[in-house]
């Protein structure tokens, strides 16, 4: 059994490090808030300090929501650096910028300490499930190491490159999720102004070649008006947000994905930044003065 520690509790992180308190690890925990009472059993203990975790874990799995999140966990003065002995490892699996994943495993890696970004995928039902997808940067030994952790909580688990080459793999899963959902809510938003039951549709849709998951869970989302965030509407625009950055940088055109972003900014701009990102229709039904179903 390894000395874990988890720095973020919420949606996603509570969840994920649950399974590897099941699995019998003793873990150091830490958020921002305090720390759920009931993940605090077994050899579970809660610090004061991302540095406390830091002094008394041997491997470190991080999961907040944006790259200032990070860098101040990181590197603040009660940080997991100031905790840092050699030999250590730092598993970041927020979503953030690529370029500034690489910079933060060069600062850590010059401790003696070894870095990986493993964004994921699968929201808060993979994360109860202990299905989410792993998307892995960093050397192949370190990630051969911390594999059996990962395997806790996930089930595609992919080393993509080095590092920042997994949050690279996660915006670019992001673009694609994205789209989808603007394409489903589109094409649901039309059924339905048709007069079509857009019920009826989808399970039509399904057995064809437009099937897929997004429009399997987050089509149905926008029929039975379920907006409950199982991933955040404003937690999907800062990730598009990383895709246009970086797409700047890097003299490209993403001209769907600059669309999908501004419906996003749409919801956000009406109060809908906590809803669920299949809740990106409401842009469109609010433009189309009309809605895909009753609620």
Same mark, same amino acid.
């Given at each position: ?58 491997? /470190? ?7 200032? $999140?990070? =860098?101040? +966990?990181?590197? &603040?003065?009660? !940080?997991?650096? #100031? ?77 993509v490159g080095g ?24 094409? /649901? ?7 079509? $039951?857009? =019920?009826? +549709?989808?399970? &039509?849709?399904? !057995?064809?070649? #437009? ?29 598009l947000g990383l ?53």
């Open positions: 059994m390894s000395k874990l520690g988890f720095i973020g509790l919420g949606i996603m992180g509570a969840p994920m490090a649950a399974h590897l308190v099941k699995a019998g690890h003793e873990v150091f925990l830490n958020t921002r808030s305090k720390v759920p009472a009931d993940l605090l059993t077994g050899q579970a203990r809660a610090c004061k300090s991302a540095k406390e975790v830091a002094e008394k874990a041997d491997i /470190l799995f991080l999961m907040l929501p944006d790259t200032p $999140d990070v =860098a101040t +966990v990181l590197f &603040a003065e009660n !940080g997991v650096a #100031a905790g840092l002995g050699k030999g250590k490892t730092v598993v970041d699996m927020s979503s953030i910028s690529p370029m500034e994943t690489k910079e933060f495993a060069k600062k850590i890696n010059t401790l003696g300490c070894d870095y990986l970004d493993a964004p994921v995928s699968g929201g808060e039902v993979g994360a109860k499930a202990a299905s989410l997808t792993i998307m892995v940067g960093g050397p192949d030994a370190v990630f051969e190491r911390v594999k059996p952790l990962f395997e806790l909580m996930g089930k595609n688990i992919t080393l590092n920042g080459d997994g949050q690279t793999c996660k915006v670019a899963n992001q673009i694609i999720v994205a789209l989808n959902i603007a394409a489903v809510g589109e094409a /649901l938003l039309f059924a339905s102004k048709a007069g079509a $039951d857009p =019920a009826k +549709v989808r399970q &039509a849709l399904m !057995g064809g070649f #437009a099937a897929s998951r997004i429009l399997e869970v987050h089509g149905e989302r926008m029929i039975k008006r379920t907006f409950n965030p199982g991933f955040r509407i404003g937690l999907h625009q800062k990730d895709a246009l950055a970086g797409a700047r940088t890097l003299g490209l055109a993403l001209p769907q994905t600059a669309g999908a972003a501004q419906l996003m900014q749409v919801c956000s701009a009406n109060g809908m930044q906590d809803l669920d990102h299949s809740a990106l229709v409401r842009a469109l039904e609010l433009m189309a003065d009309h809605q895909v179903a009753k609620a």
